[in-house]
């Protein structure tokens, strides 16, 4: 394991959740969509950004192995919804919209593939969420 941290959340939607070593502190507002006040602070918010950081550094990673050279303005858009399964509950889509304007759209799409192969939250959810990947 090369990193762990840890988070506590209190009052689930409407509440704050917080990393342990307070490093990391987001107030929670339910979107009005789920019946909410809406405003910043959620927890799909919080996996989009995370998700979008995360890829950029997975296509750095294959970068730094032999792949095309990620440029300083190639950028990472994650696109995140819930809404009800038909097996009941919720669920998640996941979109990730991959800009490599310095890149030839060959070179882009097959960056972003093996991107989506080593990254942790591509791994994490592999299976149960299906992302929806473009090379724009």
Known sequence: MYYRTSARAVGGRNGRTAT????LDVKLNRPKELGGVGGEGNP??????????CFVSAMQFVASR???KVQEDA????????????????GLTVALAV???????????TL????HEVCPNS???RNSIDVDLSAI
Do not use: C, M, W
């Open 20 to 23: 342990l070593d307070g490093s």
């Open 44 to 53: 799909e918010q919080l996996f989009a950004a995370g998700y979008a950081a």
């Open 66 to 68: 032999g792949g095309p």
């Open 75 to 90: 950028s990472v858009t994650a696109t995140v919804g819930i809404g009800p399964r038909s097996e009941g509950g919720f």
């Open 99 to 109: 800009s490599l304007p310095r890149l030839d759209r060959a070179e882009a799409k």
């Open 112 to 115: 972003v593939a093996k991107a």
């Open 123 to 125: 791994n994490a959810i």
